[in-house]
């Protein structure tokens, strides 16, 4: 398993965590689209040569931003980080993956693969 961390503009955030569900991010025995979101304020300062969704080259900006987290399968992947990006406002999206261990205490691992 992996997780996706990735930060949104908070009003973008709903259609980002519909279509990592949909693309296999989340999905935890019975249930689909299983997440976490955290708001908070993201900071940058587009460079020159950037065209940014949210404000302007060379000035510092703030943004209400929301925080989303999600495990996937491995195999999943791509998909799952395709679809994020696909969906994020932003020229160049803040996210990061990295391996998880989802297992029960017993070492198990309950279903989930996304069908």
Same mark, same amino acid.
């Given at each position: 398993?992996?997780?996706?961390?990735? %930060?949104?503009?908070? !009003?973008?955030?709903?259609?980002?965590?519909?279509?990592? =569900?949909?693309?296999?991010?989340?999905?935890?025995?019975?249930?689909?689209?299983?997440?976490? #979101?955290? !708001?908070? $304020?993201?900071?940058? /300062?587009?460079?020159?040569?950037? $065209?940014?969704?949210?404000?302007?080259?060379? #000035?510092?900006? !703030?943004?209400?931003? $929301?925080?989303? !987290?999600?495990? %996937?399968?491995?195999?999943?992947?791509?998909?799952?980080? =395709?679809?994020?990006?696909?969906?994020?406002? %932003?020229? $160049?999206?803040?996210?990061?993956?990295?391996?998880?261990?989802?297992?029960?205490?017993?070492?198990?691992?309950?279903? /989930?693969?996304?069908?």
């Amino acid at each position: 398993m992996d997780c996706l961390v990735i %930060y949104v503009p908070t !009003e973008a955030a709903p259609a980002v965590r519909q279509v990592i =569900g949909d693309a296999g991010a989340g999905r935890l025995g019975n249930y689909s689209h299983c997440s976490f #979101s955290l !708001e908070g $304020t993201g900071r940058f /300062t587009p460079l020159p040569g950037a $065209t940014p969704a949210i404000g302007t080259v060379g #000035s510092p900006e !703030e943004v209400s931003e $929301t925080r989303i !987290e999600a495990i %996937y399968p491995r195999s999943r992947r791509n998909a799952v980080v =395709g679809a994020a990006l696909s969906a994020h406002p %932003y020229e $160049t999206p803040a996210f990061m993956t990295f391996p998880v261990d989802a297992s029960l205490p017993d070492g198990t691992v309950k279903s /989930t693969e996304a069908p």
